[in-house]
């Protein structure tokens, strides 16, 4: 696997807002840390188009119902960026969202 071109892949989805499928089996991380080594490949490449730096960090998946869901066993970490900052009170597009869901501790 390289962590490259699976980051490519991921970025290219994400900038086009589509769902992004499963990894071709030549390019799917081996273990939790490749994953996060491809996530921080994704970083980068978001960054350099247009995401702006990581601001922040967030956690997911700390239920077992939303772990179960996802077919994973533990929570994951993620990044935030400059660029998905946003003030009180702005209004979100749906077009901006490939699958949006609204946290509920947010909610």
């Known amino acids: 696997m ?8 991921v ?3 994400r900038l086009a807002r589509r769902k992004l499928g499963a990894l071709p089996q030549a390019l ?3 273990d939790e840390s490749a994953a996060y080594t491809v996530q921080d490949e994704v970083s980068v490449l978001l ?3 247009g995401f702006g730096a990581v601001i922040g960090y967030k ?25 998905s900052l946003r003030k ?12 949006p869901g609204v946290e509920c ?3």
């Open 88 to 99: 009180d009170g702005t209004t979100l597009a749906r077009k901006d969202f490939v699958r």
């Open 47 to 49: 960054g350099e188009k």
């Open 28 to 30: 799917r991380p081996v």
């Open 105 to 107: 501790e947010i909610a």
């Open 59 to 83: 956690i997911g998946c700390t239920t077992i119902a939303m772990q179960k869901y996802l077919g994973i066993d533990h929570p994951c970490a993620g990044y935030m960026y400059a660029a």
């Open 2 to 9: 390289t962590a490259q071109a699976a980051a490519a892949l």
């Open 11 to 13: 970025a290219d989805a």
